[in-house]
C-alpha cells in the first residue's frame, strides 16, 4: 500500500493562509510568502494537488509514496478519514498575526513523531510520521 503524505505551508505563527482572503488573494495579503520557497526562478509555482485523484494517484504509485498538497481543508479530509500517514510542512519565515490557523480546521487530537528537519534560507522543512492509536 503507499504511504501518503500531506504536504503544506505556513507561518511561524500557525497561520496557513493570511488575513483578508478575497477572490484575488485566495491566500490572503501577502499569504503567497508561504510559498515562495516553492517557485522556480521564473517564478512559476512547481507544485500539483489531486484530491479527487487520490485512488488513482495511489494506484499507479504502486506502493511507491503519493504527496497530496493543499490548504487545511483538504488536509481535514484526509485526516479525518485516516488516510494521512506523514504530515509535511514548510515553515516560511512571515509572521502573519490573523488569518486561518492549522489548529482551527484539525479533527480531534492527532499524535505526530518527529522525522526530519531541514533548514533552508526561504523555509524550514519538517516532516512527522501520523502515529495511529493502537
Not at 493562509?17 to 508561504?34: D, M, S, V
Not at 486561518?100 to 518527529?114: G, Q
Not at 523555509?123 to 501520523?130: D, G, I, P, S
Request: charged residues 20%; negative net charge; contains cysteine.
Amino acid at each position: 500500500m503507499s504511504k501518503v503524505v500531506f504536504d503544506m505551508s505556513m507561518s511561524v505563527d500557525g497561520y496557513v493562509t493570511a488575513a483578508n482572503q478575497a477572490r484575488e488573494e485566495p491566500l490572503g495579503e501577502g499569504g503567497t510568502r508561504l510559498h515562495e520557497w516553492a517557485w522556480d526562478a521564473t517564478g512559476q509555482d512547481v507544485l500539483a494537488s489531486g484530491l479527487e485523484a487520490l485512488a488513482q494517484a495511489r494506484e499507479t504509485a504502486a506502493g511507491k509514496t503519493v504527496c497530496v498538497m493543499g490548504g487545511p481543508a483538504v488536509g481535514n479530509q484526509y485526516l479525518r478519514a485516516g488516510l494521512v500517514d506523514e504530515l509535511s510542512i514548510h515553515l516560511a519565515p512571515v509572521l502573519f498575526g490573523d488569518g486561518t490557523r492549522l489548529s482551527e480546521v484539525l479533527p480531534a487530537h492527532i499524535r505526530l513523531e518527529p522525522i526530519e528537519h531541514i533548514p533552508s534560507a526561504s523555509a524550514m522543512h519538517l516532516r512527522y510520521e501520523v502515529v495511529r492509536p493502537s
